[in-house]
């Protein structure tokens, strides 16, 4: 494989993983939004699957008072309701 080759593999390795990793923490708003029902509540079905898919996520939010709070307010900008 040619140098330039390489360089442009890393590059756009650098640049698509940090996009991924901020697309996976900031999805958590929305897609919580959206599968709620009216009352604002997280229907059983969907609790267990989207707990494990932003586990890494929840684990950061439960245990850092600022991130919980972050996320209420991103949370509630989210919604349809704000």
């Known amino acids: 494989m040619s140098q330039n080759k390489e360089s ?3 590059r ?5 993983v940090p996009t991924l990793l901020m697309a996976y923490i900031l ?3 929305p897609v919580v939004v959206l599968v ?9 079905q969907y609790h267990a ?10 684990w ?3 245990r850092n008072q600022y ?3 972050l996320y209420a307010e991103y949370h509630r900008m989210c919604s349809p309701h704000y």
């Open 12 to 16: 756009v390795l650098c640049y698509t």
């Open 27 to 29: 999805s958590i708003g």
């Open 60 to 62: 950061v939010i439960e």
């Open 49 to 58: 699957p989207l707990r494990s898919f932003y586990a890494p996520v929840v």
């Open 36 to 44: 709620e029902d009216s009352a604002g509540n997280l229907p059983p």
């Open 67 to 69: 991130c919980k709070k």
């Open 8 to 10: 442009r593999i890393i």
